[in-house]
């Protein structure tokens, strides 16, 4: 994927198959450390209803990161004040794309009103938040497809631009 930079664009309906591949590898490369096996496959399943999951992903606001052209993580802002999703292709893991998406997700969160920006975030997920300025505030546990997956929603407070 060479070394340039990751780039922003809106969710189009023909990118569902490829932001459900995105979630499932980012799933089942990057989370073993934190999830059981059969959590992670309990996770991953979620997105065995490709329509089902491009409706979630129209119906918030969804951004596509990509690297030469070709999409590599997603993130989605659920009404004004809630991230719902943030995945990135291990192949472009710590290149950047995670923080460039939270940082649109919190700019546009800013700009719909929010005053504070929350997230359920993974335990996987967790440390990339609490350096972004996120407080752990519940700490969760959900059932996911005969399995429960441990998460922790956390809170960051945006400042008059949107950003903290």
Do not use: C
């Not at 490829?18 to 934190?34: C, M, Q």
């Not at 893991?93 to 940082?103: C, F, K, M, P, Q």
């Not at 996987?124 to 059932?143: C, D, H, L, M, W």
Request: hydrophobic share 45%; aromatic share 6%; proline share 5%.
């Amino acid at each position: 994927m060479g070394e340039a930079k990751p780039a922003l664009r809106p969710f189009l309906p023909d990118d569902t198959a490829i932001a459900a591949a995105i979630y499932v590898a980012s799933i089942e490369e990057l989370t073993g450390e934190d999830y059981s096996e059969a959590q992670q496959e309990a996770w991953a399943a979620t997105v065995d209803d490709e329509v089902a999951f491009g409706k979630r992903l129209a119906s918030q606001l969804t951004l596509i990161a990509t690297l030469d052209g070709v999409p590599v993580g997603f993130a989605s802002l659920k009404g004004a004040n809630h991230i719902d999703l943030l995945y990135v292709h291990p192949n472009a893991a710590l290149r950047g794309v995670a923080s460039l998406l939270i940082d649109a997700i919190e700019r546009l969160s800013g700009a719909r009103g929010a005053k504070l920006l929350t997230v359920d975030a993974s335990d996987t997920a967790e440390p990339f938040f609490k350096k972004r300025g996120y407080i752990p505030t519940q700490r969760n546990s959900v059932p996911v497809n005969d399995e429960w997956l441990a998460n922790t929603t956390m809170q960051k407070t945006l400042g008059e631009s949107g950003a903290a």
